[in-house]
């Protein structure tokens, strides 16, 4: 049985309140890494361990943290959940950990990461701040993977590239070729690409809550000819 | 945004105005046809009607009536510049991506006819030459030193079919400009290369046409005098400032003026009325500057040609420039600024 809480959390974290399409939080990384599939996805599920490690451990102090210093703190505890997840990608993923570069310790300034851990695992239970943090993280990677999906098809025609950064060598011949002898092309690779990407994407899911609104509005469709 | 009084009368209204700009196109165009081949016409044919289905489908889209929109002349005049700015007998995808670019991303996106920031058929340009390099820098030679230039129907075959029995390399050719670049960097001097290259080219016909369809703006009053003249001397005073500290690594002022799209872009391209500025000190900094930025870009950068990315970075200015630049009104203060 799922509680009406729980539920409006999930959505929440997946569509209403989606950190790139909604709150357009983090969109730093999100912008300069979404060049493909793999990288999306890696950087995106790094991201939603972090969160879920700093929202859980937040919520868990949050009654012994001083109200004035609790930014400071948050800060604190988020660094310490990356530099995790830093040393552990370092440690098994590395060719990708290199691929990454920057972007995994940048995850600590992502303003989404702190965003939730403030306004929501600051004040609520453990289990919802943590089913919080991965959903919303979830909501970002589930928006960058279907724009680097995007940005790899236009731009290179292919899908999964790089999968044997993570997966090891035998990856190599799991790349799928969308559009064979693509010319590719480079502006949807290029940064430019990124913003018009992410664009279309607000754009897809402002229409579609338009359309159900109008839905919602006219309960019986008119059937006039 | 002109101060008042806001006169509409039928010769300005924007068909009128887009036939008259597309009138003074076509010397240029013949001309081109000559002076290169006759790949122009099927380019020409191409991006028009991209840009016919682009446009009607962005109306359609937006619910918007297609009739007024579709016969204004705006699409096709976009359609021209972007035509005549791209080297021709390129695949026909190339042109078609071209147009999508600038009617439903640079055009429709932002607002529509009026409404958008940067010029249509430049943005095209600068997606293009940022994705397909390669493609873009196949400029058909000029018919006077091809090997061979592609007929009518051989340059359908090219745009259409891809790549026959002819080889790009028998009717392509380095730019004048890349032609310099390449020159001085392997330590020659500019002024022998850029000298030959004009004896070969016989483009100052074709430059000269374009200055002759500009004329005709202005003695149309489509144009005023402020952007063609601030923009040629903006390239004339930076090239002769560079020619002047060594004139063997840098072309001279002439040479900037004949090459590339300086004259299509000082009359047709700079002076869209939409995203160019609006007054008339305005017009002066705005071209001035593009004219400043082509030069610095076609000597220190890597593309061909630099008159579509000073295009587009004076377009981003404009608003601010207009800000600063209102004419006094009749009345006001001296040294007061209007309309901030």
């Known amino acids: ?225 | 945004m002109p101060g008042s009084p806001h006169i509409s009368l039928q010769r300005n209204s924007v068909r009128a105005v887009m036939l008259k700009v597309l009138a003074a196109l076509v010397p240029g165009v013949i001309v081109h046809a000559w002076v290169f081949g006759p790949g122009i016409w099927v380019s020409l044919l191409v991006c028009t009607a991209f840009a016919y289905l682009f446009e009607a489908l962005a109306l359609a889209m937006r619910n918007l009536p297609l009739k007024p929109f579709l016969t204004d002349g705006s699409v096709l005049v976009t359609a021209w510049l972007l035509a005549l700015s791209m080297p021709t007998l390129l695949p026909w995808w190339i042109y078609a991506v071209g147009m999508l670019i600038a009617v439903l991303v640079a055009k429709h996106l932002y607002g529509g006819l009026g409404q958008n920031l940067f010029n249509p058929a430049m943005v095209g340009y600068a997606a293009l030459i940022v994705s397909f390099p390669m493609y873009m820098n196949l400029w058909p030679a000029p018919v006077s030193v091809a090997s061979h230039t592609p007929n009518l129907m051989e340059a359908f075959d090219l745009v259409f079919a891809g790549q026959g029995a002819v080889s790009p390399d028998a009717y392509t050719a380095a730019t004048p400009m890349d032609a310099v670049r390449a020159h001085v960097r392997a330590g020659g001097r500019a002024e022998e290369i850029a000298r030959e290259s004009f004896k070969l080219i016989g483009k100052e016909t074709l430059v000269l046409t374009y200055l002759l369809g500009g004329v005709l703006l202005l003695a149309t009053r489509v144009i005023t005098w402020h952007i063609p003249v601030a923009f040629l001397a903006g390239v004339t005073v930076t090239a002769g400032v560079l020619y002047g500290l060594d004139p063997a690594r840098y072309a001279d002022p002439l040479f900037h003026l004949v090459t590339g799209s300086t004259m299509l872009g000082a009359f047709f391209i700079l002076t869209d009325p939409v995203s160019a500025s609006g007054t008339p000190r305005g017009k002066l900094i705005y071209a001035g500057l593009a004219g400043f930025i082509t030069v610095l870009i076609r000597t220190y950068g890597n593309y061909p040609d630099g008159v579509a990315f000073s295009v587009l970075l004076m377009n981003m200015a404009v608003p601010f420039i207009d800000a600063h630049t209102q004419p006094r009104v009749f009345g006001e203060a001296r040294g007061r600024r209007g309309g901030s």
């Open chain 1, 1 to 225: 049985m799922i509680s009406r809480e729980t539920r409006d959390i999930i959505v929440n974290g997946l569509w209403k309140q989606n950190p790139s399409l909604v709150q357009l939080l983090g969109l730093c990384p999100l912008l300069a890494i979404s060049n493909s599939v793999v990288n999306s996805l890696s950087l995106g599920l790094a991201t939603t361990l972090v969160m879920a490690v700093a929202s859980a451990s937040v919520s868990l102090v949050r009654n012994f943290i001083p109200h004035e210093i609790r930014i400071p703190t948050f800060v604190l505890i988020i660094a310490a959940a990356v530099t995790v997840v830093d040393l552990l990608m370092n440690a098994y993923v590395h060719p990708l950990y290199l691929v990454l570069g920057v972007f995994i310790p940048l995850i600590t300034t992502n303003c989404i990461v702190l965003a939730r851990v403030e306004t929501f695992a600051s004040k609520r239970s453990t289990f919802n701040s943590v089913l919080d943090a991965v959903m919303m993280g979830l909501g970002l990677t589930l928006v960058l993977v279907v724009l680097g999906a995007l940005r790899e098809v236009g731009g290179k025609g292919t899908l999964f590239s790089g999968l044997d950064l993570a997966l090891g060598p035998a990856a190599r011949d799991w790349v799928v070729t969308v559009l064979p002898d693509y010319q590719g092309f480079l502006l949807a690779i290029l940064p430019p690409g990124a913003f018009i990407g992410l664009g279309l994407l607000i754009a897809l899911k402002n229409g579609i809550e338009a359309m159900r609104q109008a839905r919602r509005a006219r309960p019986v469709p008119a059937l006039q000819t």
